[in-house]
């Protein structure tokens, strides 16, 4: 019988402070199963996007550990939790992030020839997932010619071209409108269920919370499931 | 490129960086091309320079392995010959005659006074045949010369015509019998035979060179040993390496300023370069931080950026070495090869290219454009990605306070560097405290900013615009300081070139005022070994209209086989007012009895060490006679040394009454433009048409039209310098507006107006102006000193007074106030000329 995976994310008694001495959350404890998408919702300031990046490797806890698929982050060096992050985790934020100056398919590549494959493995990856999210053949357009929805699609292809363990999206939807939304939430969802990656998705959006496997809020008291 | 660099995606980040902003990439690498073609252009012209004129000298030398030289004009007896020719070691032996001569039919020129010169050369073709072959051509008979092809054209003479030569202050007609063939094709030589040169030029038993040739197993070190303990006095021996030192010397100091300065071209166009990265930098900060969020290690986003500042400087530099090339072409002849600097006689040196150079300012190039890249690499690597994924640009505090200890250090290391000696004879280190100083006063720019604006800032009631801009100002010292590194890199060397300059032409026309009282100056050409008599000096004495004539020796002495000769001036100088007559620096020793004293250039206690209150042996009269050192002058002619003597001392302790120059106050009532041509019909017929008569005024002017030409080429320089310093300004402003499109967006939504947002960027522009102008001008009167103190002593040898031009300093801080401003203001229309509701919603 083969061995369990390891939980996509894990995170056990993670305390973070601001540094004017704010206990952002204390104790934090989350699972995150392979393939599970969660949604974290919670007021403005509370500590959502600190926790992703906590998770992302970006900011140091104060206490506590986390996991990405069973790698350890504490006490790698920045070098090693870079290659981890560029590994293991894959990041849609509000803002797209698209680099203006590359063209789609080098955007989505990225991530690839970062973990140095060359452009003749990267690029044909890369023109594979523009059809997959509705952008065939535009591979070589520059991003100044792309819709917010549309650019929001390339950043979902770039943080899945490498095959993450784990998407970490920042407000995904923050930026679209309702339509353009739901339309980018579900090609999240298939392309995390197509790729078994799982994810969490900070939010405000009800409706993008709709799309996730477990709802939690981020209180002063830690991750609570959302009341249904 | 380093290890763990992905190379695809540094490719991708780089071309697609350079395809987005071109205009600021071609900027940056022309600044840098620039630079390279500066330096490699002056190190092309001095180096082929210096070969056709180390050819020259090798023509006129021959293949000798080493020579014996008169260390005075009159030269040494010829008994010497024989006995160094029985000597061991050596195989052939040549007797040389050599005087500089000149041709009677071109009359001297005091605007031209180099024209119708010649090296008289007297040999034994027999003897010169195996020494110094070159030398040899077909026999022209006692009655003949042998001229070069350069002498030829000098004279313009055809073969077979007659030329009268002048030297020693006799004269004598040949018939021109043929060309040199070996002789170089710079090098105006006439050859004929020994013992004519010696008959007719008053040089009967007196040689001025013997060229030797050693046995093939000869020991030269053993020969070398053995012919100095033969030496007489006036006799020293030089080798090619001693040859090759002495024409080293002759330029090296101005050529190395000459490429210091072309490396100060380059040095701005490396702050240019910092001042594009720094801003490309902070534009591109979200985007290195996604980068890293996605995962590009640090030290991979350094080497990044250090690559794009490595590609900047290889393309500037393969343009430059192009441009540099073509620039020396261009140069080369319109200045010839000295530049202007006038160390070098006629022709154009050949230009070819040089691989190992051309690599070496290609790399000096690149170097330039890593080490400028290096501070914005350190900060991108620096910044934490999820904070400048959300920030466009780099946030500051207000607050915090900007550091002052690193440009405090530079400027104190700077500060050491300046008293620190030469190193092999040269300002090395007074150049490393330019650099340090520059360096420190860039660095300190941000604090600087702060203490500058602090006054202002405390106003009330200020007018918006003004108030915002001073705001901007004091709260992101960082970007000011971007801005204002190019403005202050390029007033101070400005500012430290002008003031230097206007020191050194103030210095030397005050010394032309003093040493140039009398009304009318007589030189006479090819006088030495010779010149006016006694008699010939009471003739011109008794010239009706004379109020009184000061006659003078000048006699080159050679004190040391590797440097150029240092001038024996022998003149009425009273040794209890020597002040009368020579320009003095400090206080002038008291003469022991019976020293005989002397006072010596500036330059003579650098070259020799000579200072006041030592003994120099000087080779006079055939013996080394000791001699006092009194005191030293201020002398601007000779760069090599300069030593002055009472006449009545020269003459007791060489037996030489001739005079070779005369210094001649007429009496009130007479007119100097009739008293020249009594006086030049009172000279003897041999020396009247070789007598160059001068009035101070015109020789103030020629002397100050020859100090700006050798100046040219430094002000062309240091033009372009300040081009690139100007050009890198406007392209800072125009590209920091630029970047701030959407923070005049939200000015223009909550209710500025474009003419508000106008006059702030105006007032920002005039500030920096202001306080870079204000810095630069400081920094470059700190540089200045060190050029006067330190760089022009330790290369030239001789010291002058600092003088300010503050007409000068008005009219630059002005034009850069105006500039600055200027260029602000264009730059906002460009970024206000946009909508204002798109630059908001703008993203990236």
Redesign the interface.
């Given at each position: 019988m083969p061995a369990p995976l390891p939980p996509a994310l894990s995170v056990s008694g993670l305390t973070k402070a601001l540094p004017g001495g704010r206990v952002l959350f204390s104790g934090l404890d989350l699972i995150v199963a392979p393939g599970e998408i969660i949604a974290i919702m919670g007021e403005s300031g509370i500590g959502k996007?600190t926790l992703l990046?906590l998770i992302?490797g970006?900011?140091r806890p104060d206490n506590g550990s986390i996991a990405i698929a069973g790698d350890t982050l504490a006490g790698l060096s920045?070098?090693a939790a870079?290659?981890l992050?560029?590994?293991r985790l894959g990041?849609v934020?509000q803002?797209?992030?698209i680099?203006?100056?590359?063209t789609l398919a080098?955007n989505i590549a990225?991530?690839l020839?970062?973990?140095?494959?060359?452009?003749a493995v990267?690029l044909p990856a890369a023109h594979a997932m523009l059809a997959k999210i509705g952008l065939a053949g535009r591979g070589d357009d520059y991003p100044a010619q792309l819709s917010g929805g549309e650019l929001q699609r390339i950043a979902i292809a770039?943080a899945l071209i490498h095959r993450p363990a784990l998407i970490l999206a920042d407000e995904p939807t923050g930026n679209l409108d309702p339509e353009t939304a739901e339309r980018i939430l579900a090609l999240l969802l298939a392309e995390a269920r197509s790729t078994g990656a799982a994810a969490v998705i900070v939010t405000h959006s009800d409706r993008a919370a709709a799309i996730a496997d477990r709802v939690l809020v981020l209180t002063g008291a830690g991750l609570v499931p959302r009341a249904t | 490129m380093t290890a763990g660099v992905p190379v695809t995606a540094a490719r991708w980040m780089l071309l697609g960086e350079w395809r987005a902003h071109p205009a600021r990439v071609v900027t940056a690498a022309l600044a840098i091309a620039i630079g390279v073609a500066l330096g490699f252009a002056v190190h092309l012209v001095n180096a082929s320079a210096l070969d056709s004129f180390e050819r020259a000298l090798s023509s006129v030398n021959g293949a000798a392995d080493m020579q014996v030289r008169a260390a005075t004009p009159a030269g040494f007896a010829e008994a010497l010959y024989p006995r160094l020719a029985r000597l061991p070691g050596v195989a052939d032996i040549s007797p040389v005659v050599e005087l500089p001569a000149r041709a009677a039919h071109i009359a001297p020129d005091i605007a031209g006074a180099g024209r119708g010169r010649v090296t008289l050369i007297g040999l034994d073709p027999l003897r010169a045949i195996a020494v110094t072959p070159s030398l040899v051509g077909r026999p022209g008979g006692e009655a003949g010369v042998l001229l070069s092809r350069a002498a030829l054209d000098a004279l313009d003479r055809r073969i077979g015509r007659r030329i009268t030569l002048v030297a020693a202050g006799r004269s004598h007609a040949f018939t021109i019998a043929g060309v040199l063939p070996g002789a170089s094709t710079d090098q105006a030589i006439a050859v004929i035979d020994i013992a004519t040169a010696q008959w007719h030029f008053g040089q009967l038993g007196r040689l001025q060179r013997l060229d030797i040739r050693l046995g093939s197993d000869a020991d030269p070190v053993a020969v070398r040993r053995a012919i100095t303990t033969l030496l007489p006095a006036d006799a020293i021996l030089a080798t090619p390496e001693a040859d090759a030192r002495r024409t080293d010397s002759l330029s090296r100091a101005y050529r190395v300023n000459l490429e210091m300065l072309a490396m100060v071209a380059l040095l701005t166009g490396g702050f240019l370069v910092y001042s594009a990265q720094s801003l490309s930098v902070a534009r591109r900060g979200p985007q290195f931080a996604l980068l890293r969020v996605l995962g590009l290690p640090r030290r991979a986003l350094l080497a990044q950026v250090l690559v794009e500042g490595a590609a900047l400087g290889l393309a500037g530099s393969l343009l430059g070495i192009a441009l540099g090339q073509a620039l020396a072409d261009v140069a080369v002849s319109r200045l010839g090869g000295d530049l202007g600097g006038g160390y070098f006689g006629a022709g154009t040196p050949h230009l070819g290219f040089a691989p190992g150079p051309a690599a070496v300012f290609a790399g000096i190039g690149i170097i330039v454009a890593m080490v400028s890249s290096l501070l914005p690499a350190r900060e991108a690597a620096a910044a934490a990605p999820a904070v400048a994924l959300k920030t466009s640009g780099a946030l500051g505090d207000p607050r915090r306070a900007a550091r002052l200890w690193p440009g405090a250090v530079l400027l104190a290391l700077g500060g050491l560097a300046a008293l620190a000696p030469p190193i092999a004879g040269l300002p090395l280190l007074g150049y490393a405290a330019m650099a340090l100083l520059l360096a420190g006063g860039v660095a300190t720019m941000p604090a600087l900013v702060r203490l500058l604006l602090a006054p202002l800032r405390r106003l009330t009631g200020l007018p918006p615009a003004l108030d915002l801009a001073l705001k901007r100002l004091w709260g992101a010292p960082q970007q000011a300081a971007v801005a204002l590194c190019g403005i202050v890199a390029s007033t101070s060397l400005m500012v430290a070139m002008a003031v230097m300059v206007a020191s050194f032409r103030g210095s030397v026309d005050d010394w032309l005022v003093a040493i140039l009282p009398s009304d009318i100056y007589l030189h006479l050409e090819g006088a030495e070994g010779g010149g006016l008599d006694p008699a010939g000096q009471a003739r011109l004495a008794a010239t009706p209209g004379i109020a009184s004539i000061a006659f003078v020796r000048q006699v080159p002495l050679r004190l040391a086989a590797d440097r150029p000769p240092v001038l024996l001036s022998a003149q009425p100088i009273d040794r209890a007012a020597p002040g009368r007559r020579l320009l003095l620096v400090g206080t002038p020793r008291p003469v022991p009895a019976g020293e005989t004293p002397v006072w010596v250039s500036e330059a003579m206690l650098w070259l020799y060490d000579a200072r006041p209150g030592t003994r120099l042996m000087l080779p006079i009269g055939g013996r080394l006679q000791p001699v006092f050192v009194a005191g030293v002058w201020r002398d601007y002619a000779r760069q090599f040394g300069a030593i002055a003597m009472a006449d009545s001392d020269y003459v007791r302790l060489s037996g030489d009454a001739g005079k070779s120059e005369a210094a001649i106050d007429a009496r009130p009532d007479t007119n100097i433009d009739r008293l020249i041509p009594a006086l030049r019909r009172a000279l003897p017929p041999g020396l009247a048409e070789q007598a160059l008569f001068g009035q101070p005024r015109q020789m103030r002017a020629m002397a100050l039209t020859i100090f700006d030409r050798s100046f040219a080429i430094t002000y062309a320089l240091e033009a372009i310098a300040i081009i690139i310093g100007l050009v890198g300004v406007a392209a800072t402003f125009s590209a920091q507006t630029l970047a701030r499109t959407r923070e005049f967006g939200m000015l223009r939504h909550i209710g500025v107006s474009r003419r508000q947002i106008g006059a702030m960027l105006g007032a920002e522009g005039a500030l920096l102006g202001l306080v870079g102008g204000l810095a630069g001008l400081a920094l470059g009167v700190v540089m200045s000193l060190v050029l006067i103190h330190v760089v022009n002593p330790q290369s030239f040898h001789w010291t002058m007074d600092t003088r300010l031009p503050w007409g000068l300093f008005g009219t630059l801080l002005t034009a850069l106030v105006v500039a600055a401003a200027g260029t602000a203001l264009l730059a906002g229309r460009r970024a206000l000329s946009g909508d204002a509701v798109r630059a908001v919603r703008e993203d990236w």
């Amino acid at each position: 019988m083969p061995a369990p995976l390891p939980p996509a994310l894990s995170v056990s008694g993670l305390t973070k402070a601001l540094p004017g001495g704010r206990v952002l959350f204390s104790g934090l404890d989350l699972i995150v199963a392979p393939g599970e998408i969660i949604a974290i919702m919670g007021e403005s300031g509370i500590g959502k996007s600190t926790l992703l990046n906590l998770i992302a490797g970006l900011d140091r806890p104060d206490n506590g550990s986390i996991a990405i698929a069973g790698d350890t982050l504490a006490g790698l060096s920045d070098d090693a939790a870079t290659r981890l992050r560029r590994d293991r985790l894959g990041f849609v934020f509000q803002a797209f992030h698209i680099l203006p100056h590359l063209t789609l398919a080098q955007n989505i590549a990225l991530p690839l020839v970062l973990a140095h494959q060359g452009a003749a493995v990267a690029l044909p990856a890369a023109h594979a997932m523009l059809a997959k999210i509705g952008l065939a053949g535009r591979g070589d357009d520059y991003p100044a010619q792309l819709s917010g929805g549309e650019l929001q699609r390339i950043a979902i292809a770039r943080a899945l071209i490498h095959r993450p363990a784990l998407i970490l999206a920042d407000e995904p939807t923050g930026n679209l409108d309702p339509e353009t939304a739901e339309r980018i939430l579900a090609l999240l969802l298939a392309e995390a269920r197509s790729t078994g990656a799982a994810a969490v998705i900070v939010t405000h959006s009800d409706r993008a919370a709709a799309i996730a496997d477990r709802v939690l809020v981020l209180t002063g008291a830690g991750l609570v499931p959302r009341a249904t | 490129m380093t290890a763990g660099v992905p190379v695809t995606a540094a490719r991708w980040m780089l071309l697609g960086e350079w395809r987005a902003h071109p205009a600021r990439v071609v900027t940056a690498a022309l600044a840098i091309a620039i630079g390279v073609a500066l330096g490699f252009a002056v190190h092309l012209v001095n180096a082929s320079a210096l070969d056709s004129f180390e050819r020259a000298l090798s023509s006129v030398n021959g293949a000798a392995d080493m020579q014996v030289r008169a260390a005075t004009p009159a030269g040494f007896a010829e008994a010497l010959y024989p006995r160094l020719a029985r000597l061991p070691g050596v195989a052939d032996i040549s007797p040389v005659v050599e005087l500089p001569a000149r041709a009677a039919h071109i009359a001297p020129d005091i605007a031209g006074a180099g024209r119708g010169r010649v090296t008289l050369i007297g040999l034994d073709p027999l003897r010169a045949i195996a020494v110094t072959p070159s030398l040899v051509g077909r026999p022209g008979g006692e009655a003949g010369v042998l001229l070069s092809r350069a002498a030829l054209d000098a004279l313009d003479r055809r073969i077979g015509r007659r030329i009268t030569l002048v030297a020693a202050g006799r004269s004598h007609a040949f018939t021109i019998a043929g060309v040199l063939p070996g002789a170089s094709t710079d090098q105006a030589i006439a050859v004929i035979d020994i013992a004519t040169a010696q008959w007719h030029f008053g040089q009967l038993g007196r040689l001025q060179r013997l060229d030797i040739r050693l046995g093939s197993d000869a020991d030269p070190v053993a020969v070398r040993r053995a012919i100095t303990t033969l030496l007489p006095a006036d006799a020293i021996l030089a080798t090619p390496e001693a040859d090759a030192r002495r024409t080293d010397s002759l330029s090296r100091a101005y050529r190395v300023n000459l490429e210091m300065l072309a490396m100060v071209a380059l040095l701005t166009g490396g702050f240019l370069v910092y001042s594009a990265q720094s801003l490309s930098v902070a534009r591109r900060g979200p985007q290195f931080a996604l980068l890293r969020v996605l995962g590009l290690p640090r030290r991979a986003l350094l080497a990044q950026v250090l690559v794009e500042g490595a590609a900047l400087g290889l393309a500037g530099s393969l343009l430059g070495i192009a441009l540099g090339q073509a620039l020396a072409d261009v140069a080369v002849s319109r200045l010839g090869g000295d530049l202007g600097g006038g160390y070098f006689g006629a022709g154009t040196p050949h230009l070819g290219f040089a691989p190992g150079p051309a690599a070496v300012f290609a790399g000096i190039g690149i170097i330039v454009a890593m080490v400028s890249s290096l501070l914005p690499a350190r900060e991108a690597a620096a910044a934490a990605p999820a904070v400048a994924l959300k920030t466009s640009g780099a946030l500051g505090d207000p607050r915090r306070a900007a550091r002052l200890w690193p440009g405090a250090v530079l400027l104190a290391l700077g500060g050491l560097a300046a008293l620190a000696p030469p190193i092999a004879g040269l300002p090395l280190l007074g150049y490393a405290a330019m650099a340090l100083l520059l360096a420190g006063g860039v660095a300190t720019m941000p604090a600087l900013v702060r203490l500058l604006l602090a006054p202002l800032r405390r106003l009330t009631g200020l007018p918006p615009a003004l108030d915002l801009a001073l705001k901007r100002l004091w709260g992101a010292p960082q970007q000011a300081a971007v801005a204002l590194c190019g403005i202050v890199a390029s007033t101070s060397l400005m500012v430290a070139m002008a003031v230097m300059v206007a020191s050194f032409r103030g210095s030397v026309d005050d010394w032309l005022v003093a040493i140039l009282p009398s009304d009318i100056y007589l030189h006479l050409e090819g006088a030495e070994g010779g010149g006016l008599d006694p008699a010939g000096q009471a003739r011109l004495a008794a010239t009706p209209g004379i109020a009184s004539i000061a006659f003078v020796r000048q006699v080159p002495l050679r004190l040391a086989a590797d440097r150029p000769p240092v001038l024996l001036s022998a003149q009425p100088i009273d040794r209890a007012a020597p002040g009368r007559r020579l320009l003095l620096v400090g206080t002038p020793r008291p003469v022991p009895a019976g020293e005989t004293p002397v006072w010596v250039s500036e330059a003579m206690l650098w070259l020799y060490d000579a200072r006041p209150g030592t003994r120099l042996m000087l080779p006079i009269g055939g013996r080394l006679q000791p001699v006092f050192v009194a005191g030293v002058w201020r002398d601007y002619a000779r760069q090599f040394g300069a030593i002055a003597m009472a006449d009545s001392d020269y003459v007791r302790l060489s037996g030489d009454a001739g005079k070779s120059e005369a210094a001649i106050d007429a009496r009130p009532d007479t007119n100097i433009d009739r008293l020249i041509p009594a006086l030049r019909r009172a000279l003897p017929p041999g020396l009247a048409e070789q007598a160059l008569f001068g009035q101070p005024r015109q020789m103030r002017a020629m002397a100050l039209t020859i100090f700006d030409r050798s100046f040219a080429i430094t002000y062309a320089l240091e033009a372009i310098a300040i081009i690139i310093g100007l050009v890198g300004v406007a392209a800072t402003f125009s590209a920091q507006t630029l970047a701030r499109t959407r923070e005049f967006g939200m000015l223009r939504h909550i209710g500025v107006s474009r003419r508000q947002i106008g006059a702030m960027l105006g007032a920002e522009g005039a500030l920096l102006g202001l306080v870079g102008g204000l810095a630069g001008l400081a920094l470059g009167v700190v540089m200045s000193l060190v050029l006067i103190h330190v760089v022009n002593p330790q290369s030239f040898h001789w010291t002058m007074d600092t003088r300010l031009p503050w007409g000068l300093f008005g009219t630059l801080l002005t034009a850069l106030v105006v500039a600055a401003a200027g260029t602000a203001l264009l730059a906002g229309r460009r970024a206000l000329s946009g909508d204002a509701v798109r630059a908001v919603r703008e993203d990236w």
